[in-house]
């Protein structure tokens, strides 16, 4: 079914709010830290990183229950890393908290931890010190939203995505992979592809916080500027760039799926989830016209859980 209309049970679209103009930078970083009183960190990193009806959620509880807690943990942790880089006006403030972020992470390889999130990583890994570089290596790839927004090239736009999304990938297969040091080789390139699939429904909302994550030769290449981004035109030279974007994250989506280890599909349940549902939703968008850039097409939850549930039962 498509998604024209208010009775659409497929999808949802929510109107981006106006674009924002100048906005007076805060005298002092608001800190968003470990919470005054104790809390549950299981419960903590369930509310922060997969509320109900999310994609995370579904894609969650696709993974058997005793590695759910440590999943959900670092989900947790990219989302208090993403909120930190792509949701903080103040360059300044975020690098504050990223380097707060910085001391916690050497904190928990030192069994010092404060942050509920922290506090669930060092209960559910099972050696804090072996995942204390690519918990770094993750951070790492953060902070490269605070030295640029934009990409020459796709090169350049590689980068990021290993550092981010391949290192978060890397992270979660390696929770229920049989062979977790050779995960690297094929969790990399899924989630490479994974962050390709999230530009495509999110580059109107990522142009409204000032970040486009696409490359500037490929806006060059079919005509389209910045400031139609961030400003909100369509034309047909926008849909053209989009149909290639999201040409191009299909194709990635599919070879990364197939590289994964015959021996590895089985426990990769929450990983091939989130494939599935990128699938789904980059379908939709296309549906759409790529109408990406004043409204978020966002596929509704009980058909998120169809699609995580019957992907994760596809070995």
């Known amino acids: 079914m498509g998604i024209r209309g208010s009775a659409s049970h497929d999808a949802r679209i929510a109107r981006l709010p106006p674009r924002p103009g100048p906005r007076a930078r805060s005298s002092a ?3 968003t830290f470990p919470p005054p009183k104790a809390v549950n960190f299981d419960d903590y990193c369930l509310q922060k990183a997969a509320p109900p009806g999310s994609s995370t959620y579904y894609a969650l509880r696709q993974a058997s229950a005793s590695r759910q807690p440590l999943i959900a943990a670092l989900f ?3 989302r208090e890393l993403e909120e930190t880089a792509k949701e903080t006006s103040d360059p300044a403030v975020g690098r504050t908290k990223l380097a707060w972020w910085q001391k916690e992470l050497a904190a928990l390889a030192g069994g010092t931890q404060a942050h509920p999130v922290t506090q669930a990583l060092a ?3 099972d050696d804090v010190k ?3 570089p690519t918990l770094q290596a993750l951070l790492a790839g953060f902070e490269m939203d605070f030295e640029q927004a934009r990409y020459l090239d796709f090169a350049n736009l590689r980068r990021y995505m290993e550092g981010v999304g391949g290192t978060f990938a890397t992270l979660v297969a390696r929770v229920s992979a049989r062979e977790p040091d050779a995960a690297v080789r094929w969790a990399v390139p899924l989630g490479n592809a994974l962050m390709l699939a999230q530009f495509v429904p999110e580059i109107g909302n990522d142009a409204r916080h000032g970040r486009i994550y696409i490359p500037i030769d490929e806006l060059q290449r079919y005509n389209v ?3 139609d981004l961030i400003n909100r035109r369509y034309s047909d030279e926008f849909t053209e760039l989009m149909q290639f974007q999201t040409t191009r994250a299909r194709e990635a989506l599919t070879a990364a799926l197939n590289a994964i280890p015959a021996s590895e599909r089985r426990g990769q349940r929450t990983l091939r989830s989130l494939a ?3 699938f789904a939703l ?7 016209r790529f109408q990406v850039l004043h409204q978020q097409i966002v596929l509704t ?13 596809r070995a």
Do not use: C, F
């Open 130 to 132: 072996a995942a204390y």
């Open 123 to 125: 209960h559910h890994l």
């Open 301 to 313: 939850p009980v058909r998120k859980l169809w699609i995580a549930w019957r992907a994760a039962r």
């Open 282 to 288: 980059l379908d939709e968008v296309e549906r759409e």
């Open 76 to 78: 947790a942790l990219r």
């Open 29 to 31: 970083p608001r800190r």
């Open 276 to 278: 599935a549902l990128s």
């Open 225 to 227: 500027t910045a400031a």
